[in-house]
């Protein structure tokens, strides 16, 4: 199969936008004397009595805040096999806390005698911030028949059940063909109107000829309002291509880092842990593209994590990431971009 080089790239998104602009230009209206046919965005050949109607996109998970008291929030539980520097073995939640009171975890109904929070980086003195509550296995506990982990605050009565949704297996015991899929992309939300039917079409078809498995993308279904959006998401995720997560914060947007984006995130690597071998993380109006014109994209990340030296420029972290710039993929956005990554752009910038 032919390399996709930065060249090709660039012919494809302007094939890619080509397209587009020609699909949404108005076509002939009934002024005109000729019944106006609009079948959707991608691939129907014909309406359905539904056609028209402003509906949710398929495929669609949920991120669920469940409520402990007015200052703290629970979300995506998961039993965490690895054996790092949070402890093991602990079953974990994700929250969103205004206060760091002490709490108290009951796995299957034993009480658990270490429990502790580790506060994310990017918090920024918001009002609302994200921990991970941990909650160490009582003796005598089978982690694999944990299915739920009940938390409080040690001075209230208030409780929540919060499920498992996530079971962390140790990945340095994961050969290649234990993962489901190769590569994965984690988008952190959508907001609004930013992005346009056009722009998510581009950003799914090039990354699928990059050989990108799976999409996810979160969202608040309030905020996107647009019918040919919405139709476009629902293509995609009928395809099996896009898994959409329903991501709507409890609280003002304001409240808390970035829209809560960090939590989004976080729970985009909880769900691809295990799930897929690679998943990167970036915006629809960025692209990663191998330097080497013999090497596909799975192919130079792999030789990055199998031998960072073997690239020059590569960088690995102590939490064991790969900084790709100038590892061996160029990232490339579509727009004009920050000064702290190469920005080639390759589409007009778009009018804000």
């Known amino acids: 199969m032919p390399r996709l080089t930065a060249s090709r790239l660039l012919l494809l998104i302007f094939c890619i936008a080509f397209v587009c602009i020609v699909y949404y230009l108005p076509g002939p209206s009934e002024s005109d004397g000729v019944p106006r046919q609009d079948y959707g965005v991608i691939g129907d050949d014909k309406p359905d009595d539904d056609q028209f109607k402003l509906k949710e996109p398929r495929n669609n998970s949920q991120v669920k805040f469940l409520k402990l008291d007015d200052n703290a929030y629970a979300l995506s539980a998961f039993t965490d096999e690895r054996n790092g520097n949070m402890g093991y073995k602990f079953v974990r939640v994700m929250m969103t806390i205004t206060s760091t009171a002490t709490f108290e975890c009951i796995i299957n109904g034993q009480k658990s005698d270490t429990v502790s929070l580790y506060e994310f980086s990017e918090n920024h003195m918001m009002t609302w911030q994200l921990f991970i509550l941990n909650c160490k296995l009582p003796d005598g506990v089978d982690f694999h028949q944990v299915d739920a982990v009940e938390i409080s605050r040690n001075e209230q009565k208030n409780k929540v059940r919060v499920p498992i949704s996530y079971r962390i297996r ?9 993962y489901s ?3 994965s992309i984690c988008v952190p939300a959508l907001f609004g109107s930013a992005y346009d039917a056009k722009r998510i079409v581009e950003f799914l078809e090039l990354n699928t000829l990059q050989g990108i498995n799976r999409v996810f993308i979160y969202y608040n279904p309030s905020e996107i309002l647009d019918e040919k959006t919405l139709q476009t998401l629902d293509y995609y995720a009928k395809n099996g291509l896009l898994e959409l997560v329903e991501f709507k914060l409890p609280f003002e947007a304001s409240q808390i880092w970035y829209h809560g984006q960090l939590a989004a995130v976080t729970d985009c690597l909880l769900r691809n842990t295990g799930f897929a071998r690679y998943t990167f993380f970036h915006d629809i109006d960025e692209f990663f ?7 596909s994209l799975y192919e130079t990340v792999s030789k990055l994590f ?11 972290t102590e939490q064991g990431w790969v900084n790709p710039a100038g590892g061996g993929l160029e990232p490339v956005r579509s727009r004009t971009a920050a000064a702290t990554t190469t920005d080639y752009t390759i589409l007009p910038p778009r009018k804000e």
């Open 289 to 295: 593209v191998p330097v080497d014109p013999k090497l």
């Open 306 to 316: 199998e031998d960072p030296t073997s690239v020059p420029g590569s960088e690995m």
């Open 170 to 178: 140790d990945e340095k015991s994961l050969t290649p063909d234990e």
């Open 181 to 183: 899929v190769k590569m």
